[in-house]
């Protein structure tokens, strides 16, 4: 089964007046995340991944521990990383609903610790990568980081939120200034009803 570019859930320049450009989302959306889908569909053709969903390819050809990981699996977990990364933002952040919002204070001590730790582990991700509030196979929720295009699929974790480090999510508005792109994915770009309602 082929992969699919999915459309945007907003409009190419919705979240402009939030930090991020028209510029950015036809680069990052309409080439980037195509090419994944592209790439990653002729890659799966004929193998035994032709029909399996796209967590399966993702948990099923991730190698823990590999520097480069292969092709399929780079292809099918930036598609399923970046599918992600489109729903969690919006043009409208709006507020926190408060069940996330005790969730984050009881792991985190406040709303404003969770960001500034969010922030310095994406700073901190060296290279290209993402880093990622989850709930932690124990229930938690944990701050982590992955390199390249590895998620939290590949450790059994779920995905509450993703923001993508890569310098094609941030350069032409925020240059190399990844803190700056960070802490404004968090005051402006996040959609809190999405990251909450993947609580469960």
């Not at 991020?20 to 002729?42: I, Q, R, W």
């Amino acid at each position: 089964m082929a992969f699919t570019l999915p459309d945007l859930p907003y409009a190419h320049d919705a979240l402009a007046g939030a930090g991020m450009s028209k510029e950015t989302m036809e680069f990052h959306h309409d080439l980037h995340h195509n090419a994944y889908v592209v790439n990653g569909s002729k890659l799966i053709e004929g193998t035994e991944w032709a029909n399996k969903s796209l967590e399966e390819i993702v948990t099923g050809t991730y190698q823990a521990g590999a520097v480069a990981q292969n092709g399929i699996f780079n292809n099918a977990s930036q598609h399923w990383n970046h599918t992600q990364f489109w729903e969690m933002m919006g043009p409208n952040s709006g507020a926190m609903p408060g069940a996330l919002e005790a969730r984050i204070v009881d792991a985190f001590g406040s709303v404003d610790e969770f960001k500034t730790q969010f922030n310095a582990a994406g700073v901190g991700q060296f290279g290209s990568g993402w880093v990622w509030l989850v709930v932690d196979t124990d229930g938690t929720l944990k701050i982590t980081k992955t390199e390249n295009g590895v998620n939290p699929l590949c450790f059994g974790q779920t995905t509450l939120l993703g923001c993508d480090v890569w310098e094609h999510s941030y350069y032409i508005d925020f240059r190399n200034k990844r803190p700056v792109y960070l802490t404004n994915f968090l005051d402006n770009l996040v959609n809190w009803e999405n990251v909450a309602a993947r609580l469960g």
